[in-house]
């Protein structure tokens, strides 16, 4: 099969990388959450050796990126496993969860999912990356992305940009502390969690 691509995931993946080095430098075993095209999981394991990177998406997209990590053949890249949020999660645990621009495309039930699941897959100390475009106390954080937001709630109702705070919030209820939050390219940001409490 032709390999899916995503524009976008090329021109995030070095600065995205970028923060990963940093973040991951002390974790062994990250969960991705939403592979899309797999063409991160393929990047990112690359550039890391040291990390067991397991990707993971609905169904439909896992041939996609079987097809990626075929071609790559990395010995740190598993195959890729079926994760609906509101269905079964591998077991754990993950010392570190990274998702990209999955929250905004996800229902807000299925984004409370993801974070109430989120203790029982990862380990104590572990690190969680969310990559993507948030807003700050309901407010845009630019015109563009004001205009993505209103593109993505005409694709689907359920579809939007999310409040930094609500999420935050979420993550504290799953024992989850914010501790970094960097700003990158085209006003999407990277959100780092430590897990805290059990």
Known sequence: MDKPHSPSCERNREPILEVLR?????????????????????HFAAALPHLSWQSSDRAEYLPGIRAWLDEAALPNAPAPLELDVAGNWPDGPF???????????MAWHEVQQLFARLPTITSADARLIVY??????????????????????????????????????????????????IAMPANNRCRVWRRTRA
């Not at 940093?22 to 393929?42: F, K, M, N, P, Y």
């Not at 969860?97 to 999955?102: D, K, Q, R």
């Not at 359920?158 to 999420?167: L, P, T």
């Open 22 to 42: 940093e973040q991951l430098a002390d974790r062994r075993h990250v969960l991705e959450i939403g592979s899309g095209t797999g063409e991160h999981a393929v």
């Open 95 to 105: 010392d570190a969860v990274f998702s990209a621009n999955t929250l905004h495309i």
């Open 132 to 181: 993507g475009p948030f807003n700050f106390h309901g407010r845009y954080s630019s015109d563009s992305n004001a205009a993505f937001d209103q593109w993505l709630k005409a694709r689907g109702a359920h579809m939007a940009i999310r409040d930094a705070e609500a999420v935050d919030a979420l993550a504290a209820d799953a024992g989850f502390t914010l501790v970094d939050d």
